[in-house]
């Protein structure tokens, strides 16, 4: 069953990191491109950043960019987001999800997508 799971998510100070994780089983990551989304309830999900299988295209969102990292390791199928110097304002659940081969921040262009992974940042 191809499914994709996000782990790493946790309670946090402001000033702290985290890095999540997304792993593909099931499938590869050949081929398509990684998006990863937050959602807060009562808000739309929106998108945070974006790599290609390849890891040779990366995209952020203006609010995270500097502060957080997307790579990915294609032998373990696994997809990176390194959070760095977390605000309270990024607490939200997030998620990756995959499309064909191109990035994109719309998330209805994405129909594959993880259970989600809670990250709350607070003092």
């Known amino acids: 069953q191809s499914q994709l799971v996000e782990s790493g998510g946790g309670l946090v100070q402001p000033g702290g990191s985290l890095r999540l994780s997304c792993t593909a089983f099931?499938?590869?990551?050949?081929?398509?491109?990684i998006g990863w989304f937050r959602q807060v309830p009562g808000k739309d999900r929106e998108g945070v950043s974006c790599?290609?299988?390849?890891?040779?295209?990366?995209h952020y969102a203006d609010s995270v960019k500097a502060r957080f990292t997307v790579s990915i390791d294609s032998a373990k199928k696994t997809v990176y987001l390194q959070l760095n110097s977390l605000e309270p304002e990024d607490t939200a659940v997030y998620y990756c999800?995959?499309?064909?081969?191109?990035?994109?921040?719309?998330?209805?262009?994405?129909?594959?997508w993880g259970q989600g992974t809670q990250v709350t940042v607070s003092s």
């Open positions: 999800a995959v499309r064909a081969i191109v990035c994109s921040s719309v998330r209805d262009d994405y129909a594959h």
């Open positions: 099931g499938f590869s990551l050949n081929y398509y491109a």
């Open positions: 790599i290609n299988s390849s890891g040779g295209t990366t």
